[in-house]
């Protein structure tokens, strides 16, 4: 009897020793698993590694249960796999054969019209707006050191459409950049309300206080952009250091990614990049020559309102300066706008010459850039700018336009895609998703790979975007006071 309980227990001790080990043996392997964050909780990427995130487009809530979750951070992709949709691909194609018959089909959105009361309802869920748009941390990027000692701010001018401002937002932002947005005073209270509660879900993107009736060629336009940029210089230098400002309208795209533009801004070395033109025909100069003014009685569309010219002789520029003609759309240091806007006499001057002239937007900024010991000014380098890849018909019956022409200017269409998003410009105009979304879709969806794939990893056709060097002229100083106008 007791040789039989000393077996027992001999027995009941190597049991105790299996099972011991088998827990050991758990914990170690399978227990450690269940430390990953659930669902729904934002897993954030090693810093340190690599990683990616297929992106999701237009999933109905009803099909996706876990809306507010962020898109899973995965191991890299096999070599040659194209995150771009098999829809896309095709619209890159440009074959307008291939591309009527993916119209004919009903599983891609062709149009996003949403409007503005469905944005002030998704922005009172934070999560759901940043998911919906993919913004960060729903848009999964590794950001480098090179961008964050690079911060960039944006000014965007908009009439209308909170859901397209938040489409071209989501594809500039990050989280070390900032963003003004100007509400044009004559916008809907909608409008303005609606971006009012989606910037109330970021730090960094702010909604311009001062309002402009912004009239077309008046100095409301170049106001506009002006009461964004007194904003953004404001903004302590402590939170965001911010490098060069970049001004767009919301109906804007970008085709470079944010590294891509840090590494573009970086070849200007502390310069402006101001496109324009030195030579200008005689019609052009009357815009300054004589006194602009905008008629008593205005049209039943405030929008179509424009000033006329009056018989009265407009005075010289101040400060012996030379009228040349810009563009409206640039690249511009901190320090320029600082001294153009805040410190200079010059500035505070040209600004008030030009209150009555004809579209004081597209000679006000040059003409700062080319005075001399003006910060980032230079000569400037004749007809060069990388800001805004435009299709003008310029009256050719020849230019073809798949979306529709508005003002002479092509509305990109799914079979205009394929000529724009090669550009070298940085930026496209002009996109109306509520027209024909597939040019934003199909570009967004190129940028994000190029930000999350790596060259070696990524299919043909998306290679990185290599900064344009500029000519040498676009680094020589302006030595000598400007000519007469």
Not at 179 to 200: F, P, Q, W
């Amino acid at each position: 009897m007791t040789r039989m309980t000393s077996r027992s227990a001999f027995t009941l001790l190597m049991l105790v020793v299996a099972i011991t080990g088998l827990l050991i043996f758990y914990e170690t392997l399978v227990v450690p698993t269940r430390s990953t964050p659930a669902v729904g909780l934002l897993v954030k990427p090693d810093l340190g590694t690599f990683t990616w995130a297929r992106p999701q487009r237009n999933v109905p809530q009803s099909e996706n249960a876990n809306t507010h979750a962020p898109l899973n951070i995965l191991s890299p992709p096999p070599l040659g796999v194209n995150i771009v949709s098999k829809q896309c691909q095709i619209i890159l194609r440009g074959n307008t054969r291939e591309i009527g018959e993916l119209r004919k089909s009903e599983d891609f959105s062709w149009r996003d019209q949403k409007n503005d009361t469905d944005i002030a309802n998704m922005a009172a869920n934070c999560s759901l707006l940043r998911s919906r748009y993919r913004f960060p941390p729903y848009f999964a990027v590794k950001v480098s050191a090179e961008e964050l000692a690079f911060p960039i701010a944006y000014s965007v001018l908009a009439y209308e459409n909170v859901n397209q401002i938040l489409v071209l937002l989501s594809a500039i932002y990050r989280d070390h950049n900032i963003h003004c947005v100007h509400i044009d005073a004559k916008a809907s209270k909608e409008t303005y309300n609606a971006m009012l509660r989606a910037s109330e879900c970021f730090p960094n993107i702010i909604v311009a206080k001062a309002r402009q009736k912004v009239v077309y060629a008046h100095i409301s336009r170049l106001l506009a952009d002006i009461e964004c940029m007194k904003e953004l210089l404001e903004v302590r230098k402590a939170s965001y250091d911010w490098k060069y400002l970049i001004n767009l309208c919301s109906q804007d795209f970008p085709t470079r990614t944010n590294l891509e533009v840090v590494r573009q801004l970086e070849e200007f070395q502390g310069f402006n990049s101001i496109g324009g033109y030195l030579d200008i025909s005689d019609q052009i100069r009357q815009r300054t020559q004589y006194v602009w003014k905008l008629p008593n009685s205005a049209p039943k569309k405030h929008r179509e309102l424009r000033p006329i010219r009056t018989k009265q002789r407009h005075p010289t520029p101040p400060y012996n300066m030379t009228v040349v003609k810009n563009l409206a759309y640039n690249f511009y240091t901190r320090g320029f706008l600082r001294w153009a806007l805040m410190e200079s006499e010059v500035g505070r001057a040209l600004l008030e010459w030009s209150r009555d002239t004809y579209s004081p937007d597209e000679h006000f900024w040059l003409m700062l850039h080319r005075y001399p010991g003006a910060p980032g000014g230079s000569r400037l380098a004749n007809g060069y700018q990388l800001a805004r890849k435009i299709v003008w018909s310029n009256n050719n019956k020849n230019i073809s336009c798949h979306g529709e022409w508005r003002h002479g200017i092509c509305v990109i269409g799914a079979e205009d895609v394929w000529r724009v998003s090669e550009a070298r410009d940085l930026f496209i105009n002009k996109f109306d998703i509520a027209l024909d979304s597939a040019g934003t879709t199909c570009m967004r969806q190129l940028l994000d790979e190029r930000a999350t794939v790596p060259n070696s990893h990524r299919g043909d056709g998306n290679a990185d975007k290599i900064p344009d060097i500029p000519p040498k002229v676009f680094f020589e100083k302006e030595l000598t006071s400007a000519g007469p106008s």
